[in-house]
């Protein structure tokens, strides 16, 4: 429990200083998804905000995709954290467009002041890796200060 209260304290302080970026590259270093990103829903299209790839760490952004395309619409549907270990073992990603792509994925919905989700905040990778209950529980807990970070991206 220690770890998780220490690597959340350091979160808030980092985005205290408004600096979601190393935030996110924070985060990143708590798993071991190579990926982790902060997308917008725009209608039926998900904008990347803040993007972190461990292998391309100077890549800041990925191009904007149907939400549909993305497991990020799991977590929009459901309004709930979606999460995949191994997306071919998941009968759940039967034929998506990324199920032989992103094979484990940990995504949380992120809401604006008024409860209405805007986005989600997620880590991914292309080989299937296992979630631990302390990565839900940081995306769960560092997701509602992230409406106020994100608050020039959000519409």
């Known amino acids: 429990m220690a770890k998780f209260t220490d690597s959340f304290?350091?979160?808030k302080t980092?985005?205290?200083?408004?600096?979601?970026?190393?935030?996110?590259?924070?985060?990143?270093g708590l798993t071991e998804h190579r990926f982790t990103s902060v997308y917008r829903f725009d209608q039926e299209i998900l904008t990347n905000v803040y993007f972190f790839d461990r292998e391309n760490p100077m890549q800041e952004s990925t191009p904007d995709i149907p939400v549909m395309a993305s497991y990020c619409g799991f977590v929009r549907n459901s309004h709930n954290t979606f999460t995949t270990f191994d997306s071919l073992q998941d009968d759940r990603l039967h034929d998506h467009p990324k199920q032989l792509?992103?094979?484990?994925?940990?995504g949380m919905p992120l809401l604006d002041e008024n409860g209405k989700m805007f986005g989600t905040i997620c880590h991914f990778d292309f080989r299937p890796l296992p979630i631990s209950d302390t990565?839900?529980?940081?995306?769960?807990?560092?997701?509602?200060?992230?409406k106020q970070a994100t608050r020039p991206f959000t519409p």
């Open 9 to 11: 304290h350091h979160l």
């Open 14 to 28: 980092i985005l205290r200083k408004g600096d979601v970026r190393s935030a996110i590259i924070y985060l990143n």
């Open 101 to 106: 792509v992103v094979r484990s994925y940990c």
């Open 135 to 146: 990565t839900v529980k940081l995306l769960e807990s560092i997701a509602p200060l992230l």
